[in-house]
């Protein structure tokens, strides 16, 4: 998959044009089962809430319909929303990494549990985005070229949620061929509750 996808992000003859984020959406395409639709769009939840304009989103088709408007424009609502992500060709400010993780924010915010009518078929439970991550819409930021340093981005991103509540951090950002970041449990620090101690870190490539 990832010599694919590298042989897929440079420019061929009659491709001349084409999007990162198109390229991005094409690869999943292959690779995701047949119920998933990757497009790019928006999503909204049942109070008309409407998330910022996404590159890739990820939808369960068996859950329930999108929209689309006369001009093109998918609208998603939330609860058939698996996963969305930003894509950029290179991302060096704090500026720009700031814009991109309130994009992907946008859709986290959203009310995935309708009021508390929403149901998870599958785990037997009612939605609950704000405490439950398994109920939370998956959030990734790709940069396909050049990128802040590793070590930079660990200490922006981490700054970064330290200000903003648990439900609506960005669940991992991924430099191509450059590094990895997200969290993962510190087990050295569990507490006598058994909750754990969520830390960013970053892997190499």
């Not at 700031?98 to 149901?119: M, Q, T």
């Not at 997200?182 to 970053?202: G, I, P, V, Y």
Request: glycine residues 6%.
């Amino acid at each position: 998959m990832r010599a694919d996808l590298a042989e897929r992000m440079v420019e061929h003859p009659g491709e001349l044009g084409v999007g990162r984020e198109e390229i991005i959406r094409r690869f999943l395409r292959i690779y995701l089962p047949a119920r998933f639709e990757v497009s790019t769009g928006f999503a909204f939840d049942s109070k008309g809430n409407v998330s910022k304009q996404l590159d890739v989103v990820i939808a369960n088709s068996l859950v329930c319909p999108r929209f689309e408007t006369p001009g093109g424009v998918r609208f998603f609502p939330c609860e058939s929303v698996v996963a969305v992500g930003q894509v950029k060709s290179s991302l060096r400010s704090d500026a720009e990494l700031e814009s991109a993780l309130v994009n992907l924010e946008s859709v986290k915010d959203l009310d995935r549990s309708a009021s508390g009518r929403a149901f998870d078929v599958d785990r037997g439970e009612p939605i609950d985005h704000l405490n439950n991550h398994l109920h939370q819409i998956f959030t990734f930021l790709l940069v396909c070229g050049k990128s802040l340093k590793d070590s930079t981005m660990q200490t922006k991103l981490m700054d970064h949620v330290l200000n903003t509540v648990p439900h609506v951090w960005t669940n991992l950002v991924f430099a191509l061929d450059q590094y990895l970041v997200t969290f993962a449990c510190d087990w050295r620090r569990l507490s006598k509750s058994n909750a754990c101690k969520r830390n960013c870190f970053a892997t190499g490539f």
